[in-house]
């Protein structure tokens, strides 16, 4: 079956330091990707998405995430994290396009909380 | 970009009592419409496929009777937990793609109904 899988449940930086969050995939063929964000009590926010093509796609607000197929996975990363970025974080793949079956399937996320 | 609207954004009712809660695309027509469940700090649940002009299709395990799901327009999907429970406590998420963008097209999310069951 199709699943998203998130390993990290909450991760913990400091304010300026460097992120990623992980995203692994299983499915046969190549999903379609997405990362989004929540604030809290809030609604979902797309930071980037993967269709095909370049495998190094840009985000919103500095993101950007790098599709591995070899790996199946499509990390979420940030070079720079600021205070504003404490959310949380979802994976979400499209699976089966060619049924038109287009929901989304998500990970269970990660809270990402930013020290000062 | 395009905007879903949910309505209410938060809901309290009494136990037994049935909860209409409304989702639009404001500024393009969706021919589907997706309603997730979201329980505290866990991920989005899919729990139907609304379909403008005919049945929604249901997840396993989601009650059709008890979360009856309307789509009437092609801007407009409803929600209503009917007979609610304590245990339907949770937060409700919509989504929608414009119908013109494809397969490959944004889904759009609302901002969620909050529903406290008392």
């Known amino acids: 079956a199709q699943s998203v899988t998130q390993p990290d449940i909450h991760i913990t930086v400091s304010e300026g330091a460097s992120l990623e969050l992980r995203c692994n995939y299983s499915?046969?063929?190549?999903?379609?990707l997405f990362w989004y964000v929540q604030s809290p009590g809030q609604g979902l926010q797309l930071l980037l998405k993967y269709f095909s093509g370049d495998t190094l796609v840009q985000g919103i607000k500095g993101f950007e995430a790098e599709f591995k197929r070899s790996q199946s996975s499509f990390n979420l990363r940030k070079p720079s994290v600021h205070w504003s970025d404490a959310a949380e974080y979802f994976c979400a793949g499209a699976f089966n396009m060619d049924t038109g079956r287009r929901a989304l399937t998500f990970g269970s996320g990660t809270r990402l909380q930013v020290q000062p | 970009g395009a905007v879903v609207s949910q309505h209410p954004s938060w809901v309290i009712c009494k136990s037994g009592t049935s909860v209409k809660i409304e989702c639009r695309s404001l500024d393009f027509q969706a021919t589907t419409m997706f309603w997730y469940r979201q329980f505290p700090k866990q991920s989005l649940m899919l729990m139907a496929t609304s379909n403008e002009g005919s049945k929604a299709t249901y997840e396993q395990g989601v009650e059709k009777d008890k979360f009856l799901i309307n789509h009437a327009s092609l801007t407009l999907s409803t929600l209503t937990v009917t007979s609610a429970h304590p245990e339907d406590s949770s937060f409700y998420i919509c989504?929608?793609?414009?119908?013109?963008?494809?397969?490959?097209?944004?889904?759009?999310f609302g901002e969620g109904s909050r529903l406290t069951v008392l």
């Open positions: 499915y046969g063929a190549t999903p379609y």
């Open positions: 989504s929608a793609r414009d119908r013109t963008s494809g397969n490959g097209g944004e889904l759009f």
